[in-house]
């Protein structure tokens, strides 16, 4: 299988499936010198893995990560980086009654048809639980970010119909709740909207922000690799995730250039914008405005209702999924999605060090 690598100079590459023995990362391309320990990526895995609410699954993993090489005293050396996270409460006996039947919204039926072949022990390689290697690399992107003074902070805006007004935003707020949304008094909304999905055997989606502060200009491309374009594919890359936006988004297409251009005036004599419809970007570019998009997550596909399939010889079959289920994706994804923006983010830091012929001679001509 192809396409399990992420990044140019600071690359990802995760292996593994939801039910075998664990899943992991190589992370290539980290400069050597920077402080890292298990904990560092620890706090990041706590804040994906199952069993930290009644809204997530209770499979029991403690999601602990264990770094095999790339550290020696307490700093990275410049090589690859390998992390394992083992498997620790697999039920794949839950899974026995879709062994020969495609679930709804599932990769089942495009998986088999591609290699003839499946994992159908919770998805396998297609399952959400991949994401743990891709949160483990994330956390060592942000700490390069935080070295650099960018920070990159993602939260839950909406979970079904409930969405904050960004004028309400109080992102203290964000790590004290359940759901990772930045005011209190809309969290409980959704968390009662959830309960109500829970009684009806059913589930529900949401949309997650993402805000990347401190970017220098001028960070990413101008044609293919445009910062705004490798952010949507890292993004549009996580299994849930439907729909990408970024700054005012499918609004601009309603709008008038008179009220979506940016303005620009200079301030202590520095050039910036008086607004930010572009979302930070601009011609593929960091404009020096933080950085603004939007990731829009699906329900979850597997719920307990009674739903209509085929089995793989194309009989109708009525099918009740077993197993541990997120009623809603939404705040376990919330990390995933700040973990990838992190990884794009350092790998297009370190490919603009060649944009310039000065600050090469300055950096090898000292």
Excluded at 232 to 242: E, M, Y
Aim: charged share 20%.
């Amino acid at each position: 299988m192809s396409g399990s690598i992420y990044g140019k100079l600071f690359q990802i590459s995760t292996w593994g499936e939801s039910h075998g023995k664990g899943v992991g990362v190589v992370i290539d391309g980290c400069p050597a010198g920077l402080p890292l320990s298990e904990e560092d990526l620890q706090a990041f895995l706590d804040r994906r893995k199952p069993g930290q609410s009644q809204f997530t699954t209770h499979r029991k993993e403690s999601d602990s990560a264990e770094i095999l090489s790339g550290i020696f005293e307490g700093k990275t050396t410049g090589t690859p980086i390998s992390v394992l996270i083992r498997n620790q409460d697999q039920r794949s006996r839950d899974y026995g009654n879709i062994m020969d039947c495609y679930r709804p919204g599932h990769a089942d039926y495009t998986f088999d048809s591609k290699y003839g072949f499946r994992d159908y022990r919770g998805g396998g390689r297609s399952s959400g639980r991949e994401t743990i290697a891709r949160v483990a690399g994330g956390a060592v992107a942000s700490k390069i970010l935080h070295s650099l003074g960018v920070k990159v902070r993602a939260y839950t805006k909406a979970i079904g119909p409930v969405s904050i007004p960004w004028d309400q935003y109080n992102y203290d707020e964000i790590f004290h709740n359940p759901l990772y949304m930045p005011n209190a008094e809309y969290a409980q909304k959704a968390a009662d909207f959830l309960s109500d999905c829970m009684e009806q055997k059913d589930s529900a989606g949401g949309i997650i922000e993402c805000v990347i502060s401190g970017m220098p200009v001028g960070i990413g491309e101008t044609v293919f690799d445009k910062l705004d374009a490798s952010l949507a594919k890292a993004i549009l890359s996580i299994g849930a995730v439907k729909g990408f936006e970024i700054g005012d988004g499918f609004a601009a297409a309603s709008s008038k250039g008179s009220l979506n251009n940016d303005a620009f005036a200079a301030k202590d004599g520095k050039i910036g914008k008086l607004s930010n419809h572009a979302g930070g970007t601009l011609g593929g570019m960091s404009d020096g405005s933080p950085v603004v998009f939007r990731a829009a997550v699906k329900p979850t596909p597997s719920i307990a209702q009674k739903q209509q399939t085929v089995d793989k010889n194309g009989t109708p079959v009525s099918l009740v999924i077993k197993g541990r289920h997120d009623p809603v994706i939404v705040p376990r994804a919330v990390v995933v999605v700040e973990s990838m923006a992190a990884i794009t983010v350092v790998d297009l830091l370190f490919s603009n060090m060649c944009a310039r012929m000065d600050l090469l001679e300055k950096f090898y001509c000292r």
